[in-house]
């Protein structure tokens, strides 16, 4: 119970706190029975938990046996064929216990039909769509007529219609707070399960009796600004998605740019427009700078490089069907309700397929934004986990994995000997027995020393993981240059390494860690000097293919893990989902 008291938020928590404190009988309280406590009563933040009190009393529907005897079938068997995912046995007991707790009783109908609630409920799960979330789940499309059908519905069939309501609505509710499935199931070190309600309690004590569906239902989602304008991007690209793509942009074979003859320039054009990029007005003659200043925002927009000419990967990524864009706008919503509901230190955040590093600040703001390179595409892709940074490295050893030790270091002895470690800065540990076996095997070990060339490069901020990954500078700066930049074994190089130090530092050691003193102890001062946070700071290493800016700017990225591909083959089964 308390662990399903501390998720919730706001007025909800405030309600619960009442409840438990016996303030609200809310489990014997019908719809509209008034408050039993004066100080409740008088509460107006209260009172929006309530049944709104303008609405007239209505009895709730008969309780028959007939009815309850439907709904237990449906309970033990898991299963209700009318909808169209009808296997819930992962919500099987969720389902027994809350109608167990009503006494089998229906949940939803009134002696005049759905009650207000149930209404509530059908239309948020008929607009599920612009959640990011597949409207055959919920059976979006079938309440209106099963509303109809209740006129004449015998009292078997008024319990399909109760049990099948209830099912979409747990199904709704889960699926909006911590996602359809589990983060891992593929691989991935974030633990959703953390969030989970008490399904038949918050059922029971929030939502059926709710005053405000819509507002008990917002509560449900993440409170993250990045997820409210994600949300929006997406039901701006489902409108667009209903216009039509329109005629594709035709193929070229070498850059166009300003000046040059293009014929798909009408194509080319209605297409900008559309997605946004181009503002309305007179058609351009020709391949002039309003088209390439729109071509290199599209480009911009869409992780390439954007130097306002028409190439080949500019043109595929134009005619990328809408549909697409919607459903990574959708799996993005999908991984921000994997998060955890708040941070006891505002995060760092690595967005692995969009290249790039923020650093938060109070009031969920990016304070610090850079480029980062992450683990090549294949084999050693950079892990989507979370941790927390607790110490900072400067001018660190390089301990060489015995990946790399195999497949570079062991070469390069082969080839030059003792040269070849002199030119790499490379001390060998250990002993016994033959060097290259030793190497192999790992009983001897490999270290580069300090300085401008180490493989790390002056300073590395850890984390300690068992995926052996943490954030470093690099001494290949020019790949920061680069629009895709997996080029890593998997740990994560950033661009501005002094200026995010000083980020992390900022609050200590009376603020003598600016970038600037950062800068010199990475230039000049000690070798594998630690410096330890006064509070560590939550680092989230994920992956997601859409990104919408503060100022509303939607990006899009390669998939370049097939990750966005993995969940949809999981997601295109239907519920039950992996959890």
């Not at 697409?324 to 941070?343: C, H, I, K, N, T």
């Not at 998997?490 to 603020?511: H, K, M, S, Y």
Request: with cysteine; proline share 8%.
């Amino acid at each position: 119970m308390l662990d399903y008291f501390f998720c919730l938020r706001g007025p909800v928590k405030l309600w619960i706190a009442l409840v438990l404190l016996g303030g609200l009988g809310c489990s014997s309280q019908t719809a509209n029975q008034a408050p039993k406590t004066e100080p409740v009563a008088q509460s107006s933040e209260i009172h929006k938990v309530q049944v709104a009190p303008q609405e007239q009393p209505v009895a709730p529907a008969q309780v028959s046996a007939e009815f309850g005897t439907r709904v237990r079938a449906i309970a033990a068997a898991a299963k209700l064929e009318p909808m169209e995912r009808s296997n819930f046995s992962d919500y099987k007991e969720h389902f027994r216990a809350v109608y167990e707790e009503a006494g089998y009783a229906p949940l939803w109908l009134r002696s005049d039909g759905p009650s207000p609630q149930a209404k509530g409920v059908m239309q948020a799960l008929e607009a599920s769509e612009r959640k990011g979330l597949s409207p055959a789940d919920y059976d979006a499309s079938k309440w209106p007529e099963r509303v109809e059908a209740l006129k004449t519905a015998s009292d078997a069939q008024k319990a399909d219609f109760d049990a099948a309501l209830t099912v979409a609505t747990m199904r709704y509710i889960s699926d909006l707070h911590i996602g359809r499935v589990n983060p891992q199931q593929f691989k991935f070190g974030i633990d959703a399960t953390v969030k989970k309600y008490d399904l038949p309690q918050f059922l029971t004590q929030q939502v059926i009796h709710a005053a405000n569906i819509q507002e008990v239902l917002a509560e449900v989602e993440p409170a993250y600004n990045g997820y409210r304008r994600t949300e929006e991007a997406l039901g701006h690209y489902l409108d667009l998605a209903k216009q039509g793509d329109g005629p594709a942009v035709p193929p070229v074979t070498k850059g166009v740019g300003v000046g040059d003859t293009y014929v798909g320039l009408p194509q080319l054009v209605a297409r900008l427009r559309l997605l946004g990029d181009m503002p309305a007005g007179g058609d351009p003659q020709g391949y002039d700078d309003s088209v390439a200043a729109g071509v290199k925002r599209f480009q911009s927009r869409h992780g390439l490089g954007d130097d306002g000419k028409l190439g080949p990967a500019t043109v595929a990524a134009l005619n990328v069907p809408l549909a697409q864009r919607v459903q990574q706008l959708g799996f993005a919503l999908e991984r921000w309700r994997w998060m955890p509901p708040d941070f006891p230190q505002p995060p760092v955040v690595v967005n692995i397929p969009e290249f790039r590093l923020r650093a938060f600040e109070a009031g969920q703001k990016v304070a610090l934004s850079m480029k980062v390179v992450v683990g090549k595409a294949a084999p050693t892709q950079t892990p989507v986990f979370t941790d927390n940074i607790r110490f900072i490295v400067l001018r660190p050893y390089w301990n060489v994995p015995l990946s790399i030790v195999r497949s570079s270091v062991i070469p390069g002895i082969n080839r030059s000997g003792n040269a070849y470690l002199a030119r790499e800065r490379m001390e060998i540990s250990g002993g016994g027995g033959n060097l290259a076996a030793g190497l192999r095997s790992g009983k001897y070990t490999v270290r580069q020393k300090p300085g401008p060339k180490n493989s790390l490069g002056l300073i590395k901020f850890m984390f300690p993981n068992h995926f052996n990954v943490y954030l470093h500078s690099t001494p290949a700066t020019e790949l920061f240059e680069r629009s895709r930049r997996d080029f890593s074994h998997g740990c994560i190089r950033v661009e501005r390494p002094a200026d995010l130090a000083a980020f992390l530092l900022r609050n200590q050691d009376g603020g003598k860690w600016t970038a600037e003193a950062v800068q010199q102890a990475m230039d000049s001062g000690p070798d594998n000097r630690t410096v330890n946070l006064a509070m560590q700071v939550p680092v989230l290493i994920l992956y997601a293919t859409a990104v919408v800016e503060e100022d509303g700017t939607v990006y899009f990225f390669d998939d370049i893990y097939k990750h966005d591909r993995s969940l949809k083959a999981v997601l295109d089964k239907g519920p039950p989902y992996p959890w």
